[in-house]
C-alpha cells in the first residue's frame, strides 16, 4: 500500500539556523501538502502542490515538489521560535491522503 | 464561523465504557473523517465519509463506529473503549475529495483507564 516516510523526526536548531524536512512517498502522488501543528494543537494546512517540479514560497518557507511527483521538502530560511512545532507531510492519491509522521522542530533561542 | 467543532476536548473513560466523540462543521463540506494521532506515528484515517448516509473505513477502524446523517455532524463511536484507544483523536473536513486540503477540529484528548 502507498506509504509516505518523513525525515527527520526531530530537528533542534538555534534560532537564526535553517531547517529542512524531507518527505517521500513510495508511489507517484496526485499532490502534496504540508501541515503544522503547534504544540498542544491541531493540524493547519500551509500549502498544496500540484504540478511536478513545483517551487512555492512562503516568506520564509520554501516547498518543493520532486520532478516524479513522489518526493517533497519544506525549508525554512533563519528559523525563528515561533516557528517550533511539527511539520507534516501528506501525500495525497487518487482518493486518499497518507500523512507522514512528521518531523518536530525545537528552535532554541 | 466556526469550522470544525469537536466535543469534548478531553475525555478519561475506563475499560469498557462507549462514548461518543462529536464533530461538526459548518463549512458545508462533503467530506468529512476522522484519524487517531499517537506519538512517533502521525495521523492515521479511522473513517470517512463522502457525503449524508455514506461513510467507509480508514487504516484503522477496528473497535469504532461512525454514522453520517447530516452534512454536518460525523460522530464518532466507541464501543468498548480499551487501553489502546488511548490517543488525540482529531476530525477534520474538506470541500473536495479526500485529497484536498483538510480543516481540522481541536481535537479531543482521550484516555481510557
Known amino acids: 500500500g502507498q506509504q509516505v516516510m518523513q525525515i527527520p523526526q526531530y530537528q533542534h536548531v538555534q534560532e537564526g539556523e535553517d531547517f529542512t524536512t524531507y518527505c517521500n512517498s513510495s508511489?507517484?502522488?496526485?499532490?502534496i501538502q504540508w501541515y503544522k501543528q503547534r504544540p498542544g494543537g491541531h493540524p493547519v494546512f500551509l500549502i498544496q502542490?500540484?504540478?511536478?517540479?513545483e517551487v512555492k514560497k512562503q516568506k520564509r518557507l520554501t516547498f518543493q515538489f520532486g520532478e516524479a511527483k513522489k518526493n517533497s521538502s519544506l525549508h525554512i530560511t533563519a528559523t525563528q521560535t515561533t516557528d517550533v512545532g511539527t511539520y507534516f507531510c501528506?501525500?495525497?492519491?487518487?482518493?486518499?491522503?497518507?500523512f507522514g509522521t512528521g518531523t518536530r522542530l525545537t528552535v532554541i533561542p | 464561523n466556526a469550522g470544525v467543532t469537536q466535543t469534548p476536548k478531553f475525555q478519561v473513560l475506563k475499560t469498557g465504557q462507549s462514548m461518543t466523540l462529536q464533530c461538526a462543521q459548518d463549512?458545508?463540506?462533503?467530506?468529512m473523517s476522522w484519524y487517531r494521532q499517537d506519538p512517533g506515528m502521525g495521523l492515521r484515517l479511522i473513517h470517512y465519509?463522502?457525503?449524508?448516509?455514506?461513510?467507509d473505513q480508514g487504516e484503522v477502524p477496528n473497535g469504532y463506529n461512525v454514522s453520517r446523517s447530516t452534512t454536518e455532524d460525523f460522530p464518532l463511536r466507541l464501543l468498548s473503549a480499551a487501553p489502546s484507544q488511548t490517543s488525540v483523536y482529531f476530525c477534520?473536513?474538506?470541500?473536495?475529495?479526500?485529497?484536498?486540503?483538510?480543516?481540522f477540529g481541536d481535537g479531543t484528548r482521550l484516555s481510557i483507564l
Open positions: 477534520a473536513s474538506s470541500s473536495g475529495y479526500s485529497n484536498q486540503p483538510q480543516h
Open positions: 463549512m458545508n463540506h462533503e467530506y
Open positions: 501528506a501525500g495525497a492519491g487518487a482518493n486518499n491522503l497518507f
Open positions: 502542490l500540484v504540478k511536478s517540479g
Open positions: 508511489t507517484t502522488l496526485s499532490n
Open positions: 465519509s463522502v457525503g449524508a448516509g455514506i461513510t
